[in-house]
């Protein structure tokens, strides 16, 4: 059958590559030859396949990318970057006079070199600073969006897509218009964040080439998000990108699943509590009086041996609970039982 002669004619194939690699080899044992790997096989190793960030990754990329720090560690991101979404399209509606829709494509982790090595080109990547956690933040707006909020801005006809020139620097008016977009957008972002803890993005510096916005190590974990601007038949993509570190400080907020206390208390929790505590049984110590003595006084004493103490049946008695002192009172007695009377609360001397 035609399967058989196909096996057959493989099998014969295989025994003649290896008669050839025994030939090479000078008679040597086949058994010790390794086999060479071909370039696809490297590369897949490698995974240098693809040159998509998006592409699957493969082999040692994987391995390397175990490392990173996954962003659905901190569940109330989502819910800041919702709210940032929301608010932007609202703003961007007010600062173009356009119907703009903001939407959020992806949120994820990447290695700052490889981000900024990802980035196509040309590009304007504004730097901010949050202000109450001492460390920076990147913006970056590829050419579509740059080229369509200047023909927004500066009055260009609807239905007509937005003139690009590549191959040249941008000019003093394009970058004044995108700056003015940045600050737009880093308002809202403090807003964002408002709920959570307060903070300020203050804009810093515009740059188009990636090497002058280097703001961490390039092996540093970051996280960003791809953020897709539509404007009728224009708009363009603007990513967020926010280092770890910059996010340090709030790191145990961003650790919740909901804001909780932020917008609203548990009463039902709270008055169940507090009458658990009032019913609460503590152990009181009386304190009648302290003494010092040295050490080999102490090493001396013997069964009978008497410690005189300077109190008096008026001196000041003090209650603790524990090692806190809670109240003070004076000595006396009550039917068969020896008792305190309290007679102010402890307060602790200057």
């Not at 025994?22 to 897949?44: F, M, Y």
């Not at 693809?50 to 720090?69: C, F, N, P, R």
């Not at 356009?98 to 990547?125: H, K, W």
């Not at 000041?316 to 039982?337: E, H, T, Y």
Request: charged letters at 25%; aromatic letters at 8%; one cysteine or more.
């Amino acid at each position: 059958m035609v399967g058989e002669e196909d096996e057959e004619a493989m099998m014969a194939e295989w025994a003649a590559m290896v008669d050839g690699d025994e030939a090479a080899a000078g008679g040597s044992d086949p058994g010790k030859e390794a086999r060479v790997l071909n370039q696809d096989e490297i590369d897949s190793l490698l995974g240098v396949a693809g040159d998509d960030m998006g592409t699957e990754k493969t082999g040692i990329q994987t391995l390397i990318s175990t490392a990173l720090v996954s962003y659905e560690r901190l569940p109330m991101l989502d819910v800041v970057f919702d709210r940032f979404v929301r608010m932007m399209s609202t703003s961007l509606r007010n600062f173009t006079s356009d119907n703009c829709e903001v939407s959020l494509d992806s949120i994820q982790s990447y290695r700052f070199g490889d981000y900024l090595n990802s980035i196509p080109l040309p590009a304007m990547l504004s730097v901010f600073k949050a202000e109450e956690w001492a460390n920076y933040g990147l913006l970056t707006i590829d050419s579509s969006m740059i080229y369509s909020i200047v023909d927004v801005l500066l009055g260009g006809r609807r239905g007509t897509a937005a003139m690009r020139i590549e191959g040249r620097p941008y000019t003093t008016i394009e970058r004044n218009l995108v700056e003015r977009l940045v600050h737009v957008m880093l308002a809202d972002l403090s807003s964002a964040f408002d709920p959570l803890s307060p903070v300020t993005f203050r804009f810093d510096r515009l740059e188009t080439n990636p090497r002058f916005a280097a703001i961490s190590r390039p092996s540093n974990a970051v996280i960003v998000a791809k953020l897709r601007i539509d404007m009728e038949d224009r708009g363009g993509r603007i990513d967020m990108m926010i280092p770890y570190a910059t996010l340090e400080p709030v790191r145990e907020l961003l650790l919740q699943m909901f804001m909780g206390e932020k917008f609203g208390r548990d009463s039902i929790w709270e008055t169940h509590l507090a009458e658990e505590m009032w019913s609460t049984e503590v152990e009181l110590e009386a304190l009648l009086d302290e003494v010092e003595m040295p050490l080999k006084d102490i090493l001396n004493l013997e069964v009978g041996s008497r410690i005189m103490f300077n109190a008096t049946p008026d001196s000041i008695v003090q209650l603790r609970c524990g090692d806190i002192p809670m109240f003070n009172g004076k000595m006396g007695r009550k039917a068969q039982s020896i008792a305190i009377q309290v007679d102010s609360r402890y307060r602790k001397k200057s």
